[in-house]
Nanobody, 125 residues
């Protein structure tokens, strides 16, 4: 089993940067792929970025390519999402999730096994 706790969400200015963190517990963490998803009010949850179990593969939604970077440190059981050039439309609750299929990276949230509680990101214009 894997437990996930997100942090780092806050109010940011458009054009600014934030780093979200996902702290994990559980011995099997290093075998899981990790995905970041987000959900804005009135919208469906959507895939943002994912990283394979080893960190060797990453995947991004088109709307964040070139702006967001996902990374992981298996020794510290941490995954980070570095977000640059923030836009008001990035406002959402951001969730990290763990997929026991460590690779390939999947974009469908229903395929993920464990979820954190979410962290709010608000980008003002």
């Amino acid at each position: 089993q894997v437990q996930l706790v997100e942090s780092g969400g806050e109010l940011a200015q458009a054009g600014g940067s934030l780093r979200l963190s996902c702290a994990a517990s559980g011995r099997a963490f290093s075998s899981y792929a990790i995905g970041w998803f987000r959900q804005a009010p009135g919208k469906e949850r959507e895939f943002v970025a994912g990283i394979s179990w080893s960190g060797g593969s990453t995947d991004y939604a088109d709307f964040v390519k070139g702006r967001f970077t996902i990374s992981r440190d298996n020794a510290k059981k941490m995954v980070h999402l570095l977000m640059h050039s923030l836009k008001p439309e990035d406002t959402a609750v951001y969730y990290c999730a763990a997929d026991r299929i460590g690779w390939p990276i999947r974009q469908l949230g229903a395929e993920y096994d464990y979820w954190g509680q979410g962290t709010q990101v608000t980008v003002s214009s």
